[in-house]
């Protein structure tokens, strides 16, 4: 018998005990929340930032990479099916990272302070999942509720810049 050679990427991804799909385990949802809110500090002082200001610094596009990076650490506290008030409360955080990050330098100033990837972070390693239960209806109405809202929360500041443009360009 010859030996079975496997194409490494055909190979479906594993599972972990939780049931969540390998690389978006705790390890790397950690590590997300650190890039985005606090892997740098400012020298001789405790001021820690990440790259959700920096790149909040690019009008529009840097909300909307961010938005979406954010969404992840949510869609994981919904796969591991956390209960709604503490995914509603996840929403809320990043809800108003995006709203006074719509306002430029000062939301990102506030995006240095308010650090909503790793409040999340906490919520989540916090909160303790029914792994007994089936996701039913309800839950994906949720999921798909929580979509719309993220969607509107990351078109938001792209609107403001639009209508800031057009308001410069007609003044």
Known sequence: MRPE??????????RSRAGNIEGVNDETLNLLASLLDDIFRVPGTSLRFGLDPVIGLIPGFGDLISGLASFLIIFAAWQRQLPTSTVTRMVSNVAIDSLVGAIPFLGDAFDVAWKSNRKNMHLLQRATADTSRQQGWRDWLFLLGLVVVMGILIAIPIAVLYLLIHFLRHA
Do not use: E, K, N
Not at 5 to 14: G, S
């Open 5 to 14: 050679t496997v194409d490494p990427q055909v190979i479906p991804p594993r």
